[in-house]
């Protein structure tokens, strides 16, 4: 079973940064897509970013030119730098992986952004 275990959330202030880290516990299958959701209180889990393990991307509309994903293959670790950062950004973000039909989640990173 796969563990993804996300690092990096916390407070900061709106128009400020962060960098998220999700590391798989294992040497993961090389055909796989790996994002980043969030979930705000009160509202539903939503994709934010997302990269193939050819490293294509795909971005809501509401982080394109602030958010960037990117990912390390060998050390099968995704990230998520996050600047411009708003108030409405505040949110659980959580960690996916999907590979041979299966989806795993991490416990997820709260990141608070206070105005």
């Known amino acids: 079973q796969v563990q993804l275990v996300e690092s990096g959330g916390g407070l900061v202030q709106a128009g400020g940064s962060l960098r998220l880290s999700c590391a798989a516990s294992?040497?993961?299958?090389?055909?796989?897509?790996m994002g980043w959701y969030r979930q705000a209180p009160g509202k539903k889990r939503e994709l934010v970013a997302s990269?193939?393990?050819?490293?294509?991307?795909n971005y809501a509309d509401s982080v394109k030119g602030r958010f960037t994903i990117s990912r390390d293959n060998a050390e099968n670790t995704v990230y998520l730098q996050m600047n411009s950062l708003k108030p409405e950004d505040t949110g659980v973000y959580y960690c996916?992986?999907?590979?041979?039909?299966?989806?795993?989640w991490g416990k997820g990173t709260l990141v608070t952004v206070s105005s």
């Open positions: 996916n992986l999907a590979m041979r039909g299966m989806g795993y």
């Open positions: 294992e040497r993961i299958f090389s055909i796989n897509l």
């Open positions: 990269i193939t393990s050819g490293g294509s991307t």
